[in-house]
């Protein structure tokens, strides 16, 4: 014998419109979760890569002036360019950039910033008249700043060929994460006649 329409059973309208609003709402906020964890895990990488480039720079800039070579520069009676925003000196073979089989164990280095990129440029050969290499290593400097310790103080900029600095301190302005200052000591040296070693540095 057939049902009779009161004993059948199912959704109403008014149910199955709160069914979908509810289940547009969840969808909404799931998707709002993805992206912000998405978003949440770009930035966290941004500031990885941001940091391992800013300690790359660092250490190879601090290993440059530790492994400086007491060598007078290409038609420079300079043994460093020390300049207020620039340095150039030569130092021990510190990487593998240039891939070269019969690379001297010596290279000549200069840093210096260009439109906010932090460069530095390298030559294979010290008497090379032109860099074999520029690389960028940092971006987003807002400055860069070298300071000397010589003859008892520190000088924005020193006279090398006379009197060779004893420490060299730089200065990288950063917008993140903010401002970053090495004093590096330079080697002990066998000075040349004539050239004398300041006293060692004290940090001001």
């Known amino acids: 014998?057939?049902?009779?329409?009161?004993?059948?059973?199912?959704?109403?309208?008014?149910?199955?419109?709160?069914?979908?609003?509810?289940?547009?709402?969840?969808?909404?906020?799931?998707?709002?979760?993805?992206?912000?964890?998405?978003?949440?895990?770009?930035?966290?990488?941004?500031h990885q890569q941001r940091f391992s480039a800013l300690l790359r720079t660092v250490n190879l800039?601090?290993?440059?002036?530790?492994?400086f070579v007491p060598r007078q520069l290409r038609n420079s009676p300079q043994m460093i360019e020390a300049g207020q925003t620039d340095l150039t000196l030569t130092t021990a073979r510190a990487d593998d950039a240039l891939n070269a089989c019969c690379t001297p164990a010596i290279q000549r280095v200069h840093w210096y910033l260009k439109k906010g990129v932090l460069y530095r440029e390298v030559w294979q050969y010290p008497d090379a008249v032109k860099p074999t290499l520029e690389m960028p290593m940092l971006d987003n400097v807002d400055s860069f700043t070298l300071r000397y310790y010589a003859q008892g103080a520190f000088l924005d900029k020193t006279d090398a060929g006379k009197t060779l600095p004893q420490a060299v301190e730089f200065t990288l302005g950063l917008v993140d994460p903010g401002p970053v200052m090495r004093l590096i000591r330079l080697p002990e040296l066998h000075l040349q006649p004539g050239m004398s070693a300041p006293e060692p540095p004290e940090k001001q």
């Open 1 to 46: 014998m057939p049902h009779s329409p009161k004993n059948q059973s199912g959704f109403t309208l008014l149910e199955v419109l709160i069914a979908i609003v509810l289940f547009a709402v969840l969808t909404l906020m799931t998707g709002q979760l993805l992206t912000a964890s998405i978003n949440s895990n770009e930035t966290t990488k941004k």
């Open 61 to 67: 800039l601090e290993k440059d002036i530790r492994q």
